[in-house]
């Protein structure tokens, strides 16, 4: 049972940890953007985590841990939309993340193998923040994004310079799931980078 106690701690500190590279690679990308200083703020707050979980892993017994966890996807995912899309689709990566984080600590408190200190400060400060965290990058996104109605959308994606049609979501099962005619995914608009022309104008839908 204490093995699993810790194998489970030591899951969620390289979610935090991997968390802690993915805002640092973004803010190498957002620095001079508007909303750098609340990226700043929610790093900040997954620094914090990863010193509560090490000192709770250590705690219990567990060993310590380096190396960083899955969000490495969404690193990956915010240097390249934040490189070929903008702020605005990095800014979605990075929301993916923390609907990640939650799903992970939400699954801990399920599997009821946790020691009841960490628990408890997965429900009072864990969770609470990441809820947070994806407020905030939604009112960020919500700031920046130019929201028009389908009907506008149709008519741009006619006109004699049609605009072009992106499925916002990074996950390709999200990008099948909400596929509507005439719409690429992300990975073919980044593999077309180089052939769009700088004047091509480009809406991104998400469900």
């Known amino acids: ?17 991997s968390a802690v590279e993915t805002y ?11 909303g750098a200083a609340e ?7 997954h620094v914090d985590a990863v010193a509560i979980l090490r000192r709770h892993l250590q705690q219990h017994g567990g ?28 800014i979605k990566a990075l929301l993916e993340g923390e609907e990640h984080g939650i799903k992970g600590y939400e699954e801990a408190l399920e599997d009821g193998e946790l020691p ?30 130019e ?6 959308a149709r008519r741009r994606m006619k006109s004699s310079a049609p605009a072009l049609l992106v499925c916002a979501y990074d996950d ?6 909400n596929h509507i005619e ?9 593999a077309r980078e180089k052939t769009l022309p700088k004047t091509q104008e480009l809406i991104f839908y998400c469900a």
């Open 182 to 190: 005439g719409a690429i995914a992300l990975k073919e608009l980044q």
């Open 63 to 90: 060993e310590d841990v380096r190396t960083s966890g899955v969000w490495g996807v969404f690193a990956r995912a915010v240097e390249g939309t934040a490189k070929v899309l903008g702020a605005t689709a990095a």
């Open 172 to 177: 390709e099962a999200k990008c099948r799931q």
């Open 1 to 17: 049972m204490a093995h699993t106690k810790t194998d489970t701690l030591s899951s969620l500190l390289r979610g935090e940890l």
């Open 39 to 45: 990226l700043v703020r929610i790093r900040s707050n």
């Open 116 to 145: 009841t200190d960490c628990e408890a400060i997965i429900t009072s400060t864990m969770l609470p923040r990441a809820r947070d965290h994806v407020q905030a990058l939604k009112r960020q996104i919500a700031g920046m994004v």
């Open 147 to 152: 929201r028009i109605p389908p009907e506008e």
């Open 24 to 34: 640092e690679q973004a803010l190498k990308k957002l620095a001079d953007t508007q």
